[in-house]
């Protein structure tokens, strides 16, 4: 009877044992990062204390950090301080490095690109806006375009941001009326320009970091809905293909803002051992609440058209990255995990 008792005893011991070691296994997060865009300065922020419950050790912007949309410099300066002076914001920053790309709105007006004439000042309200030194090297050269290298104990992640509007070419429009732009048809327009072309292959041929993290404005993958993407530009969606292909960069992923909506798309590229994911996360104070469906070959998941932010939480044993669509009071709208192979 004893025997039995201690027998009871010890499959106890080994189930509780086990059950504990999956838990810890499941609850396994090495690095955090959290980002949004679509951002309104006079709106209501509710998501910053949010996004802090997650514990992240970087915050991203998106692009449309503010809504500016004017030549008005000192406008768009003052938008700036206003949301530099939200209280939540400013607690996220006090905590955690903050890291950015802008978009449109922030940039100075809604779709533009190369041609806007106020691009140079415009750049250094975003640099004042996000603590750029003045000495910085991005002080004095076109684009907002950089990367940070981030170190963990069990890997690191290398943080790209892309500038696409700065040397964006003209869009073209769909006279039609069905769509508001078209592809172009030759390979004579540009996204992100021959310096920042350049710039980007050596930050990817030089890197040896664990997980590459590329920050986009705009949709990389999704491209059939006839807005702003790098959908309207296909040479410079085969071109970025081609370099991740080349450079055979590890575990390579895209976050994405501007739609005003939140999905996840995934492609298989030849000669890349992973699917490509863009995680689009938008807005973080305002959404399309009437979307009513787009087609999207890539996506995975479903269309999030509430208000949200992206949480990205990385498992270097695994090799797993757990991506999160979170809204209010840090609920978990959609969730998917991708692993990537060991190298």
């Keep these: 009877m004893k025997l039995q008792i201690y027998l009871v005893f010890f499959l106890l011991f080994i189930i509780k044992y086990v059950s504990a070691q999956e838990t810890q296994e499941k609850e396994t997060v090495d690095f955090v990062i959290a980002f949004g865009s679509c951002n309104k300065q006079n709106s209501p922020q509710p998501f910053w204390e949010e996004i802090l419950k997650n514990k992240?050790?970087?915050f991203i912007w998106g692009g449309d950090n503010i809504y500016g949309?004017?030549?008005?410099m000192s406008k768009i300066a003052d938008d700036y301080k206003i949301q530099n002076s939200n209280f939540g914001y400013q607690k996220l920053k006090s905590k955690i490095p903050?890291?950015?790309t802008w978009d449109d709105h922030d940039y100075g007006k809604n779709d533009v690109g190369v041609e806007w004439h106020k691009k140079k000042e415009s750049q250094q309200l975003f640099l004042d806006f996000i603590g750029v030194a003045k000495d910085d090297k991005r002080r004095i050269r076109d684009g907002i375009y950089t990367s940070q290298l981030f170190e963990t104990p069990k890997g690191t992640i290398k943080v790209i941001i892309l500038d696409t509007r700065y040397f964006r070419g003209i869009l073209r429009?769909?006279?039609?009326?069905?769509?508001?732009?078209?592809?172009?048809e030759n390979n004579n327009e540009t996204i992100l320009g021959e310096k920042q072309w350049v710039w980007?292959?050596?930050?990817?041929?030089?890197?040896?970091?664990?997980?590459?993290?590329?920050?986009s404005s705009i949709q990389f993958l999704s491209g059939e809905h006839g807005w702003e993407s790098w959908a309207n530009f296909p040479d410079?969606?085969?071109?970025?293909?081609?370099?991740?292909?080349?450079?055979?960069?590890k575990n390579c992923l895209i976050l994405s803002g501007d739609r005003h909506i939140s999905e996840f798309s995934k492609k298989d590229i030849p000669m890349i051992s992973y699917p490509l994911v863009d995680f689009t996360s938008s807005g973080l104070t305002h959404a399309y609440t009437k979307y009513s469906g787009e087609p999207n070959r890539y996506r995975t998941g479903k269309v999030i058209a509430i208000p949200s932010f992206g949480v990205l939480r990385f498992d270097f044993d695994r090799q797993l990255v757990t991506m999160q669509m979170r809204g209010t009071n840090n609920a978990v709208l959609q969730e998917i995990k991708q692993e990537y192979l060991k190298k």
Excluded at 69 to 72: F, Y
Excluded at 203 to 213: R, T, V
Excluded at 236 to 249: A, G, M, Y
């Design 98 to 100: 903050i890291m950015a």
């Design 69 to 72: 949309d004017s030549d008005d």
């Design 173 to 184: 429009k769909d006279i039609t009326g069905k769509k508001r732009y078209l592809p172009h």
């Design 236 to 249: 410079e969606v085969l071109k970025l293909q081609e370099l991740i292909s080349e450079t055979e960069v």
């Design 56 to 58: 992240p050790n970087v």
């Design 200 to 215: 980007l292959e050596k930050e990817l041929k030089s890197s040896n970091a664990d997980f590459h993290i590329l920050v």
